[in-house]
């Protein structure tokens, strides 16, 4: 059974940071491509970055750029999400999600998901 477990999230201060951290179990980490989303409500699930298995490649949403970083740790089975310079408009719930193939800004090409961590950025 595959599980994805994020966590992390939080109330922040604008300007502020955050660390998400999603826990992966019952698949071969190392072989998925790995994306972070965000949703608020009423909206469509919108992509927020990925990384390649190897943690070689990565992709950005244009409006994270700068400030957010992605990266994984296979070892440990383990996708991180680190935010920086936090504003208002990044509060969302952030999924991650996990995808045998190369990875994908289409959230529907992802096969597996975590249940959500909330993140609120206060200005």
């Given at each position: 059974?595959?599980v994805?477990?994020?966590?992390?999230?939080?109330?922040?201060?604008?300007?502020?940071?955050?660390?998400?951290s999603?826990?992966?179990?019952?698949?071969?980490?190392?072989?998925?491509?790995?994306?972070?989303?965000?949703?608020?409500?009423?909206?469509?699930?919108?992509?927020?970055?990925?990384?390649?298995?190897?943690?070689?490649?990565t992709?950005?949403?244009?409006?994270?750029?700068?400030?957010?970083?992605?990266?994984?740790?296979n070892?440990?089975?383990?996708?991180?999400?680190?935010?920086?310079?936090?504003?208002?408009?990044?509060?969302?719930?952030?999924?991650?999600?996990?995808?045998?193939?190369?990875?994908?800004?289409?959230?529907?090409?992802?096969?597996?998901?975590?249940?959500?961590?909330?993140?609120?950025?206060?200005?």
């Amino acid at each position: 059974q595959v599980v994805l477990v994020e966590s992390g999230g939080g109330l922040v201060q604008a300007g502020g940071s955050l660390r998400l951290s999603c826990a992966a179990s019952g698949w071969t980490f190392s072989s998925y491509a790995m994306g972070w989303f965000r949703q608020t409500p009423g909206k469509e699930r919108e992509f927020v970055a990925a990384i390649s298995w190897s943690g070689r490649a990565t992709d950005y949403e244009d409006s994270v750029k700068g400030r957010f970083t992605i990266s994984r740790d296979n070892a440990k089975n383990t996708v991180y999400l680190q935010m920086n310079s936090l504003k208002p408009e990044d509060t969302a719930v952030y999924y991650c999600a996990g995808r045998l193939a190369a990875w994908s800004r289409a959230a529907s090409r992802y096969d597996y998901w975590g249940q959500g961590t909330q993140v609120t950025v206060s200005s």
